[in-house]
């Protein structure tokens, strides 16, 4: 029994609700639950790959969705195939695998390739978010110029 209480560090934060949720969420994770086997990679500074094998699926019976920070990859076959199997090892069933997704990162395309589901991922910071150096200016900067400088010597006076 794994129980994590984040009660302490809930009290001294204010916006990570979230995170929190899905630290809990992951304390709480099914292992039973490991179909289909996936692989997440780092392809660089801002790029992943996640890699589920799907061997048996079309393009046309797999779905792949973004939504509110969240990557949703399911699998239905279209018709159960027919004939007698005398044992049965590759699975075909219907399977959907949820992944929670950072802040900015933007599901960039997928490829299927010899049963092996392939979807790049990419971080795209938002510009206005982005760290910027500010210039410092010797002497008196230029906003002050004119105007603004009598209005800021009346205000002294």
């Known amino acids: 029994m794994r129980v994590v209480d984040f009660t302490p560090l ?3 934060t204010v916006g990570f ?3 929190f949720d899905m630290l809990e969420n992951a304390v709480q994770f099914d292992p039973a639950e ?3 086997p996936y692989n997440i990679e780092r392809t660089g500074e ?3 790959r996640v890699t589920l094998a799907v061997a048996g699926f079309t393009p046309e019976e797999l779905s792949i969705t973004a939504q509110a920070n969240q990557l949703i990859v399911s699998g239905r076959k279209a018709g159960e195939e027919s004939g007698e199997y005398l044992y049965r090892g590759i699975a075909g069933r219907a399977f959907q695998r949820q992944f929670n997704l950072a802040d900015f ?3 960039v395309g ?3 390739k010899n049963g ?3 979807i790049e991922l990419a971080r795209e910071v938002p510009e206005a978010l982005k760290p910027r150096r500010i210039e410092i200016a010797a002497g ?3 906003r002050f110029e004119g105007s603004a400088r009598r209005q800021l010597q009346a205000a002294a006076t």
């Open 46 to 48: 801002d790029g992943y």
């Open 116 to 118: 092996m589901l392939s």
């Open 10 to 12: 809930t009290r001294s």
């Open 105 to 107: 990162v933007k599901v």
């Open 34 to 36: 490991n179909y289909p």
């Open 140 to 142: 008196t900067p230029a």
């Open 110 to 112: 997928a490829e299927l």
């Open 17 to 19: 609700d979230r995170l």
